[in-house]
Protein backbone atom coordinates (compact mmCIF):
# COMPACT_ATOMS: atom_id res chain seq x y z
CA UNK A 1 0.00 0.00 0.00
CA UNK A 2 1.00 3.27 -1.02
CA UNK A 3 1.79 5.87 1.93
CA UNK A 4 1.05 9.53 2.26
CA UNK A 5 5.40 9.30 2.82
CA UNK A 6 5.86 7.57 0.01
CA UNK A 7 4.80 10.40 -1.99
CA UNK A 8 6.67 12.62 0.23
CA UNK A 9 9.76 10.58 -0.38
CA UNK A 10 9.50 11.15 -3.47
CA UNK A 11 8.70 14.71 -4.30
CA UNK A 12 11.76 15.01 -1.50
CA UNK A 13 14.21 13.47 -4.07
CA UNK A 14 12.27 15.09 -7.27
CA UNK A 15 13.48 18.34 -5.33
CA UNK A 16 17.04 17.46 -4.48
CA UNK A 17 17.42 16.51 -8.31
CA UNK A 18 16.31 19.92 -9.27
CA UNK A 19 18.10 21.58 -6.54
CA UNK A 20 21.72 19.78 -8.05
CA UNK A 21 20.25 20.96 -11.59
CA UNK A 22 20.00 24.21 -10.16
CA UNK A 23 23.51 24.13 -8.56
CA UNK A 24 25.73 22.87 -10.93
CA UNK A 25 24.15 24.15 -14.74
CA UNK A 26 25.53 27.15 -16.14
CA UNK A 27 23.25 27.21 -19.35
CA UNK A 28 20.70 29.53 -18.24
CA UNK A 29 18.39 27.51 -20.60
CA UNK A 30 19.23 23.99 -18.47
CA UNK A 31 18.76 26.18 -15.61
CA UNK A 32 15.26 26.99 -16.31
CA UNK A 33 14.66 23.43 -16.57
CA UNK A 34 15.69 22.74 -13.46
CA UNK A 35 13.23 25.03 -12.14
CA UNK A 36 10.37 23.12 -13.96
CA UNK A 37 12.07 20.11 -11.92
CA UNK A 38 11.52 21.82 -8.43
CA UNK A 39 7.95 22.93 -9.26
CA UNK A 40 6.78 19.64 -10.73
CA UNK A 41 8.03 18.27 -7.37
CA UNK A 42 5.96 20.52 -5.38
CA UNK A 43 3.27 19.80 -7.41
CA UNK A 44 3.30 16.04 -6.66
CA UNK A 45 3.38 16.68 -2.88
CA UNK A 46 0.52 19.42 -2.99
CA UNK A 47 -1.69 16.81 -5.10
CA UNK A 48 -0.30 13.68 -2.52
CA UNK A 49 -1.56 15.98 0.61
CA UNK A 50 -5.06 16.49 -0.70
CA UNK A 51 -5.85 13.23 -1.60
CA UNK A 52 -4.64 11.88 1.99
CA UNK A 53 -6.04 14.18 3.93
CA UNK A 54 -9.62 14.80 1.86
CA UNK A 55 -9.38 18.52 1.03
CA UNK A 56 -8.86 19.89 -2.42
CA UNK A 57 -6.97 23.25 -1.25
CA UNK A 58 -3.83 21.09 -2.08
CA UNK A 59 -5.09 21.01 -5.88
CA UNK A 60 -5.95 24.20 -6.44
CA UNK A 61 -3.02 25.27 -5.24
CA UNK A 62 -1.11 22.83 -7.72
CA UNK A 63 -3.11 24.75 -10.43
CA UNK A 64 -2.27 28.07 -9.91
CA UNK A 65 1.49 26.67 -9.36
CA UNK A 66 1.10 25.27 -12.95
CA UNK A 67 -0.18 28.76 -13.93
CA UNK A 68 2.33 30.75 -12.16
CA UNK A 69 5.14 27.80 -14.31
CA UNK A 70 3.87 28.46 -17.51
CA UNK A 71 3.87 32.67 -16.68
CA UNK A 72 7.32 32.33 -15.47
CA UNK A 73 8.44 30.49 -19.25
CA UNK A 74 6.64 33.05 -21.32
CA UNK A 75 8.54 35.86 -19.40
CA UNK A 76 12.00 34.10 -18.86
CA UNK A 77 12.12 32.66 -22.71
CA UNK A 78 11.71 36.31 -23.75
CA UNK A 79 14.00 37.46 -21.06
CA UNK A 80 16.82 34.72 -22.26
CA UNK A 81 16.34 35.56 -26.21
CA UNK A 82 16.84 39.65 -25.33
CA UNK A 83 19.86 38.63 -23.92
CA UNK A 84 21.16 36.37 -26.17
CA UNK A 85 20.38 38.91 -29.20
CA UNK A 86 22.42 41.27 -26.95
CA UNK A 87 25.48 38.60 -26.04
CA UNK A 88 25.36 35.84 -28.38
CA UNK A 89 25.82 33.48 -25.29
CA UNK A 90 23.48 31.81 -22.45
CA UNK A 91 26.41 31.30 -20.09
CA UNK A 92 25.52 32.26 -16.33
CA UNK A 93 28.90 34.18 -16.24
CA UNK A 94 27.97 36.28 -18.87
CA UNK A 95 25.56 37.93 -16.42
CA UNK A 96 28.26 38.83 -13.80
CA UNK A 97 28.28 42.54 -15.04
CA UNK A 98 28.75 44.23 -11.78
CA UNK A 99 31.95 42.39 -10.40
CA UNK A 100 34.56 45.10 -9.21
CA UNK B 1 -1.39 -4.08 -5.44
CA UNK B 2 -1.71 -2.74 -8.88
CA UNK B 3 -1.44 0.54 -7.59
CA UNK B 4 2.12 0.05 -5.44
CA UNK B 5 2.76 -1.28 -8.73
CA UNK B 6 2.59 1.70 -10.72
CA UNK B 7 3.71 4.33 -7.92
CA UNK B 8 7.36 2.10 -8.14
CA UNK B 9 7.07 1.79 -11.65
CA UNK B 10 6.25 5.63 -12.42
CA UNK B 11 8.32 6.94 -9.41
CA UNK B 12 11.55 4.97 -10.68
CA UNK B 13 10.93 6.71 -14.46
CA UNK B 14 10.57 10.20 -13.58
CA UNK B 15 13.41 10.05 -11.14
CA UNK B 16 15.37 8.74 -14.21
CA UNK B 17 14.16 11.09 -16.51
CA UNK B 18 15.09 14.38 -14.51
CA UNK B 19 18.29 12.67 -13.42
CA UNK B 20 19.17 12.72 -17.49
CA UNK B 21 17.92 16.29 -17.67
CA UNK B 22 20.27 17.21 -14.73
CA UNK B 23 23.17 15.66 -16.05
CA UNK B 24 23.31 15.36 -19.51
CA UNK B 25 25.26 17.74 -21.81
CA UNK B 26 22.87 18.36 -24.98
CA UNK B 27 19.90 20.78 -24.40
CA UNK B 28 18.21 18.35 -26.97
CA UNK B 29 18.40 15.29 -24.60
CA UNK B 30 17.39 17.43 -21.57
CA UNK B 31 14.51 18.86 -22.98
CA UNK B 32 13.31 15.37 -24.21
CA UNK B 33 13.84 13.67 -21.00
CA UNK B 34 11.98 16.87 -19.43
CA UNK B 35 8.85 16.43 -21.26
CA UNK B 36 8.99 12.52 -20.78
CA UNK B 37 9.24 13.57 -17.08
CA UNK B 38 6.24 15.99 -17.17
CA UNK B 39 4.44 13.01 -19.14
CA UNK B 40 5.22 10.25 -16.25
CA UNK B 41 4.74 13.17 -13.62
CA UNK B 42 1.22 13.44 -14.34
CA UNK B 43 0.83 9.40 -13.82
CA UNK B 44 1.01 9.92 -10.07
CA UNK B 45 -1.93 12.86 -10.59
CA UNK B 46 -4.19 9.96 -11.81
CA UNK B 47 -3.13 7.86 -9.06
CA UNK B 48 -4.14 10.39 -6.41
CA UNK B 49 -7.50 10.54 -7.88
CA UNK B 50 -6.52 14.02 -9.48
CA UNK B 51 -7.85 13.36 -12.32
CA UNK B 52 -8.48 17.10 -13.97
CA UNK B 53 -4.72 17.88 -12.98
CA UNK B 54 -3.49 15.15 -14.70
CA UNK B 55 -4.96 16.19 -17.43
CA UNK B 56 -3.77 20.13 -16.91
CA UNK B 57 -0.11 18.72 -16.33
CA UNK B 58 -0.10 16.74 -20.04
CA UNK B 59 -1.78 19.87 -21.51
CA UNK B 60 -0.22 22.42 -20.04
CA UNK B 61 3.83 21.28 -19.46
CA UNK B 62 3.72 18.86 -21.89
CA UNK B 63 1.83 20.70 -24.40
CA UNK B 64 2.62 24.51 -24.21
CA UNK B 65 5.32 24.36 -21.86
CA UNK B 66 7.54 22.43 -23.56
CA UNK B 67 6.51 23.75 -26.66
CA UNK B 68 7.28 27.10 -25.85
CA UNK B 69 11.03 25.64 -25.19
CA UNK B 70 10.97 24.07 -28.63
CA UNK B 71 10.79 27.05 -30.04
CA UNK B 72 13.05 29.05 -27.98
CA UNK B 73 15.44 26.83 -28.64
CA UNK B 74 15.45 27.66 -31.95
CA UNK B 75 17.34 30.49 -30.98
CA UNK B 76 19.98 29.36 -29.33
CA UNK B 77 23.03 27.42 -30.34
CA UNK B 78 21.86 24.11 -28.90
CA UNK B 79 24.19 21.55 -30.50
CA UNK B 80 26.92 22.78 -28.66
CA UNK B 81 28.15 20.77 -25.73
CA UNK B 82 26.63 22.41 -22.68
CA UNK B 83 29.31 23.73 -20.21
CA UNK B 84 28.94 23.21 -16.55
CA UNK B 85 30.62 24.10 -13.48
CA UNK B 86 31.20 21.58 -11.31
CA UNK B 87 30.94 23.35 -7.39
CA UNK B 88 32.41 21.89 -4.01
CA UNK B 89 30.74 19.61 -2.09
CA UNK B 90 30.88 21.98 0.68
CA UNK B 91 28.03 24.35 -1.60
CA UNK B 92 25.90 20.60 -1.64
CA UNK B 93 26.62 20.10 1.77
CA UNK B 94 25.71 23.91 2.90
CA UNK B 95 22.35 24.70 0.82
CA UNK B 96 21.43 21.19 1.89
CA UNK B 97 21.78 22.07 5.58
CA UNK B 98 19.47 25.20 4.58
CA UNK B 99 17.07 23.67 2.81
CA UNK B 100 16.31 20.90 5.47
CA UNK B 101 16.54 23.98 8.38
CA UNK B 102 13.63 26.04 6.41
CA UNK B 103 11.76 22.68 6.17
CA UNK B 104 11.78 22.51 9.77
CA UNK B 105 11.06 26.31 10.15
CA UNK B 106 7.75 25.64 7.70
CA UNK B 107 6.68 22.26 9.04
CA UNK B 108 6.86 22.32 12.63
CA UNK B 109 4.18 24.67 13.32
CA UNK B 110 2.12 22.80 11.30
CA UNK B 111 2.97 19.73 13.11
CA UNK B 112 2.32 20.99 16.10
CA UNK B 113 -1.35 21.94 15.25
CA UNK B 114 -3.61 19.78 13.88
CA UNK B 115 -4.57 19.88 10.38
CA UNK B 116 -8.19 19.46 9.11
CA UNK B 117 -9.70 19.54 6.09
CA UNK B 118 -10.83 23.15 4.93
CA UNK B 119 -12.89 22.15 2.27
CA UNK B 120 -13.87 18.56 2.77
CA UNK B 121 -14.24 16.57 -0.70
CA UNK B 122 -17.65 15.88 -1.96
CA UNK B 123 -18.83 12.15 -1.94
CA UNK B 124 -19.98 10.80 -5.52
CA UNK B 125 -18.69 14.04 -7.63
CA UNK B 126 -16.57 13.02 -10.48
CA UNK B 127 -13.01 15.44 -9.77
CA UNK B 128 -13.34 17.57 -12.26
CA UNK B 129 -16.78 19.24 -11.19
CA UNK B 130 -15.28 19.07 -7.81
CA UNK B 131 -12.42 21.25 -8.71
CA UNK B 132 -15.09 23.11 -10.53
CA UNK B 133 -17.09 23.75 -8.10
CA UNK B 134 -13.98 24.89 -5.46
CA UNK B 135 -12.47 26.69 -8.22
CA UNK B 136 -15.46 29.67 -8.79
CA UNK B 137 -16.66 29.34 -5.33
CA UNK B 138 -13.82 29.44 -2.62
CA UNK B 139 -11.00 30.56 -5.13
CA UNK B 140 -12.68 33.23 -7.50
CA UNK B 141 -10.52 35.74 -6.92
CA UNK B 142 -7.61 33.97 -7.23
CA UNK B 143 -8.22 32.43 -10.28
CA UNK B 144 -9.00 35.87 -12.22
CA UNK B 145 -5.42 37.06 -10.79
CA UNK B 146 -4.15 34.18 -12.47
CA UNK B 147 -5.92 34.74 -15.48
CA UNK B 148 -4.93 38.63 -15.23
CA UNK B 149 -1.15 37.35 -14.57
CA UNK B 150 -0.85 35.17 -17.95
CA UNK B 151 -2.15 38.09 -19.54
CA UNK B 152 0.62 40.20 -18.56
CA UNK B 153 2.99 37.12 -19.54
CA UNK B 154 1.86 36.64 -22.64
CA UNK B 155 2.24 40.31 -23.55
CA UNK B 156 5.41 40.32 -21.91
CA UNK B 157 6.69 37.37 -23.73
CA UNK B 158 5.59 38.94 -27.47
CA UNK B 159 7.17 42.23 -26.31
CA UNK B 160 10.57 40.73 -25.23
CA UNK B 161 11.08 38.04 -28.20
CA UNK B 162 9.45 40.55 -30.63
CA UNK B 163 12.49 42.56 -30.14
CA UNK B 164 14.74 43.64 -33.27
CA UNK B 165 12.49 41.17 -35.06
CA UNK B 166 13.34 43.01 -38.78
CA UNK B 167 16.36 42.42 -38.67
CA UNK B 168 17.12 39.02 -39.67
CA UNK B 169 20.59 37.97 -38.08
CA UNK B 170 21.00 35.55 -40.77
CA UNK B 171 20.87 37.93 -43.25
CA UNK B 172 22.95 40.63 -41.93
CA UNK B 173 25.87 37.93 -42.03
CA UNK B 174 25.48 36.88 -46.07
CA UNK B 175 25.76 40.66 -46.28
CA UNK B 176 28.70 41.10 -44.62
CA UNK B 177 30.39 37.95 -46.01
CA UNK B 178 29.54 39.89 -49.63
CA UNK B 179 31.08 42.76 -48.37
CA UNK B 180 33.95 40.60 -47.16
CA UNK B 181 34.14 38.82 -50.15
CA UNK B 182 34.39 42.09 -52.39
CA UNK B 183 37.16 43.38 -50.56
CA UNK B 184 39.25 40.16 -51.27
CA UNK B 185 38.54 40.38 -54.73
CA UNK B 186 39.67 43.93 -55.11
Do not use: C, H
Not at chain 2, 102 to 110: A, G, K, R, T, W
Not at chain 2, 129 to 151: D, N, R, S
Amino acid sequence: MVTLNDYLILSAILFSIGLIGVLRRKNLLLLFFATEIMLNAVNVAFAAISKFYGDLSGQMFAFFIIAIAASEVAVGLGLLIVWYKKKGTLDLDSLATMKG
Amino acid sequence: MYETIAFYLFAFLTIAMFWITVTTNNALYAMSSLAAGMIFISAFFFLLDADFLGAVQIVVYSGAVMAIYAFGMMFFDTLNEVKERNPKKVVFVLSGLIALMLVVIFVSPIISSKVQALYPMVEGVSNPKEVGIVLFTKYLVPFELAAVMLLVAMIAGIILAGKKMEKSETETEQEEEVVFEKGVEQ
